[in-house]
């Protein structure tokens, strides 16, 4: 891949936070990543939930055949195939280039037993991750034993990295990590083509996959919003140019009116001339004929 492409890969993930005035914004980021959170850890089958969103996506492998799902798998191995040319790129580096050796031209066997060794390899995967799936099912009900093994294996994980680092450079180790993404990758993908989503390793892995982009995507922006707040000034400046200069000319304008109007003499009001008042008249009572009756 070229930096073309790279750069173009980070466009479409950013692009959307570019543009946005309130992307930096950090209450509105943290309502954004706690959202994000919650919506990876709800378990219920709605739609605002990770798990919801992962079967309604793979809904068409169910009405799917058995030739298409195999094409599926077997367009899936370009993935396995990437790992292994990156494998065996850096068996050969460490192996023979960095310790300025030549391969031997009278040992035609040595790809093959390269290759039974990627095979063993991924065999050992497999078995690891059915083993992970039973002990996943029978220690649902044991969850303190069950965060004790996770805390031992991510103990045991953490020192064979720092005790690699002797041996390895952190450019080799970030070349084993992207060979053992795409091996993964390539299992999760062949699980979907046998339609075994709903198996616990397969959800796992998924989910996995997902929370890493989620924090690529989120990383930088929680950076920026966190240790350098002025970009969301900046931002909002640059993309609202316009509309920040229409308003300072529309502020000078009624300005201009304002001190216009207030220098403008007042006229006092007019006095009104006193209306005469109406005499009251009083009516006089009518004497009124009396009418007396036939006596």
């Known amino acids: 891949m070229s930096y073309s492409l790279w750069l173009i890969a980070a466009t479409w993930v950013w692009s959307p936070f570019f543009f946005n005035p309130s992307a930096f914004d950090w209450e509105k980021l943290m309502a954004d990543f706690s959202d994000w959170q919650n919506w990876l850890k ?23 055949t058995s030739f298409s799902c195999f094409i599926t798998a077997v367009r899936k191995t370009r993935f396995l195939l990437v790992a292994i040319g990156i494998y065996l790129q850096l068996m050969y580096r460490l192996f023979y280039k960095d310790l300025h050796k030549t391969v031997a031209e009278g040992d035609p066997m040595k790809p093959y037993f390269l290759a039974g060794a990627i095979l063993v390899v991924l065999l050992i995967l497999g078995c690891c991750a059915w083993i992970a799936s039973r002990v996943a099912k029978k220690m649902a009900s044991k969850q303190r034993k069950l965060r004790t093994l996770k805390f031992n294996i991510s103990g045991i994980v953490l020192v064979l990295v720092v005790a690699s680092l002797l041996y390895i450079s952190v450019h080799n ?15 999760l993908q ?14 796992q892995i998924a989910q996995f996959f997902d929370i890493v982009i989620g924090w690529i995507v989120f990383g930088p922006i929680l950076f920026i919003s966190m240790f350098m707040p002025f970009v969301s000034a900046f931002q909002q400046r640059v993309m609202f140019n316009s509309a920040f200069t ?5 502020s000078k304008l009624l300005g201009n009116d304002v001190v216009a109007e207030s220098k403008q003499p007042v006229a006092a009001p007019a006095k009104e001339e006193p209306k005469p008042k109406a005499k009251a008249t009083k009516k006089k009572k009518t004497d009124e004929p009396t009418h007396y009756g036939a006596i």
């Open 42 to 64: 709800t378990k219920n089958d709605s739609a605002e939930s990770w798990y919801g969103w992962w079967t309604a996506e793979l809904d068409f492998m169910e009405h799917s």
């Open 190 to 203: 062949i699980a979907i083509a046998r339609r075994k989503q709903e198996h616990a390793v397969t959800i």
């Open 246 to 250: 229409s308003g300072l000319e529309v």
């Open 173 to 187: 180790l970030a070349e084993i990590f992207v060979i053992v993404c795409l091996g993964m990758y390539w299992f």
